[in-house]
């Protein structure tokens, strides 16, 4: 059984799945830094060749010169626009070039998140991102694959085919925001002997806030566990939900006020029993927070509040 407090371990289980221990009247590795280290890879002659065509079509692009646009291409390449519209032969590139100008003064080209591979030595492909530009309109922005070719005159254009890009995946970062402070490493250190480790982390697109803790008792671990924290839009709220290993798992409801957080858990220990508390978070600095919780209850009983605890930021 533990010998912990409980207001240690609640200090960052924060929907009190620990009740049944103090109940029973029992009480109860650090992340690893990455280093990302980037290096550069030198391209060769050819690649060095697509690169500056690729700037030299923008180029021409946003001075809105047709004829110069067409040049880039072979004679017989391909365009597919989006809505499967296909040009062919640089006749009926120039004839478009002129009507989109026309119709579109001013448009201007940004291409991102390019990337050149070499499928042969007179044969490369690329992928990326167009983004058009129009004034008084919503950027437009597809995905494309272009073939170039090595001509006599150079690397060209041998067909491009664009796809609307796909809509961004929907974040409740907004909502969750205010929650920020909490992304890193925190440890508690009340009781001797004894510390409460948790690290947060936003998943991809930020839609959920995921915490992992761990109780350390003489530097072995002795109780983990994690909570999930996101947005519920039908209900308009923060919830979290909180799974520990000894096998309880809890529900709660946050809200703030200032720099106040006041969670509303509701708990299901390993034994069944229902528990319930009140846990209060108060935001002192971007390394300093204050936990206590009162209104705890197992079973319908009511048990002490829990004094406040200061929780620090880990270096």
């Known amino acids: ?73 072979t004679d017989d390449g391909e365009y597919v626009s989006p809505d499967g519209k296909v040009l062919k032969g640089k006749d009926a590139l120039v004839k478009d070039y002129l009507s989109y100008f026309q119709e579109t003064p001013g448009a201007k080209l940004e291409v991102r998140d390019t990337h050149v591979k070499m499928i042969s030595p ?41 796809v609307v890009a796909p809509l961004p995946a929907p974040t409740h970062y907004q909502q969750l925001q205010g929650l920020e402070w909490m992304i890193g490493t925190w440890v508690d250190n009340a009781e001797e002997n004894a510390s409460v480790e948790t690290t947060g982390r936003w998943t991809t697109n930020r839609n959920f806030l995921v915490r992992t803790f761990r109780v350390f008792i003489q530097d072995q671990v002795d109780f983990e ?34 720099n106040r957080w006041t969670v509303q858990s509701l708990s299901i220990l390993p034994d069944g029993r229902q528990a319930s508390s009140t846990n209060i978070y108060d935001l002192i600095d971007e390394n300093t927070v204050e936990f206590h919780s009162i209104g705890r209850q197992v079973a319908g009983e009511l048990l002490p509040n829990i004094e406040t605890l200061t929780i620090i930021r880990s270096e």
């Open 1 to 73: 059984m533990k010998n912990i407090g409980y207001g240690l371990l609640l200090t960052f289980v924060l929907t009190g799945t620990a009740w049944s221990q103090e109940a029973e009247q029992t009480s109860p590795a650090k992340p690893a830094s990455e280093e990302v280290v980037s290096d550069e890879v030198a391209l060769n002659e050819d690649e060095i060749a697509i690169f500056q065509a690729i700037d030299s079509y923008t180029a021409a692009f946003n001075k809105g010169d047709a004829q110069a646009l067409a040049d880039h291409w």
């Open 122 to 162: 007179r044969v490369a492909t690329e992928t990326g991102v167009a983004v058009v530009m129009v004034a008084d309109q919503d950027p437009s922005e597809t995905t494309y694959e272009a073939i170039h070719v090595k001509t006599p005159a150079g690397w060209r254009i041998d067909s491009i085919k664009e």
């Open 225 to 258: 566990g994690t909570q999930v924290i996101g947005w519920d839009p039908s209900l308009g709220v923060i919830r979290s939900w909180t799974f520990d290993s000894d096998g309880g798992f809890a529900a709660g409801r946050w809200s703030q006020s200032g």
